[in-house]
């Protein structure tokens, strides 16, 4: 599942799957990569969970519940004249509300009435959703927004990257500070 975490489509459903693969682990190790883990959903909000709705993995009468709930936070924000506020919605999961989350129809249970804001953040058209899922791979808006999402780069993926690439760098490559940062400037 490594090669996939850049992917934003697939990125929100692995790390559900993966928390509850971790909760079958029944000693302190699993524990503590629980708690490590349960950091690093920042991401995950009422947005950006919008993105597993193109998942393949997900299934239609998700999909669906996903469509709904999406239209109706639309329709609830129609009349809504107040400047839209960034959202600000972060998944919090203590560790010992994990096993409770976990049985929440997921990733249903994180949309909100703002969800619906990603369509219109990057300019994605949304009338598939009104559609039945089965028929959405042949719809071309359909296509369109699953290319436009998963173009897009998941930022904390890629700087996690870069600072284990740093860390092995720091280590292995050279001792001299001058000539670590000689090589950074000639690389970046």
Known sequence: EWITAPNPITAPMNDLLYLKKLMNYHDKLGEVAIKKFLNHLWYLNEECVV?????????????????NTILNGKEQNKNDVEEYEESKKKLNIKFDDL?????KDLPCDLLTNKSWKIF?????GYD?????????????EYKEAKQIISSLKIV?????????????????????????????????
């Open 156 to 188: 904390n993926d890629a700087a996690e990257r870069g600072v284990k690439l740093m860390e092995e760098f720091n280590t292995k490559f050279t001792k001299n500070e001058d000539q670590k940062q000689f090589t950074l400037q000639v690389n970046i």
């Open 51 to 67: 993105f597993s709705i193109f998942d393949d993995r997900v299934d239609n009468e998700t999909k669906q519940r996903m469509a």
């Open 120 to 124: 219109e953040r990057f300019k994605i």
């Open 128 to 140: 598939f959703l009104r559609t039945d899922p089965k028929i959405w791979k042949d719809l071309e």
């Open 99 to 103: 096993s409770h989350f976990l049985k």
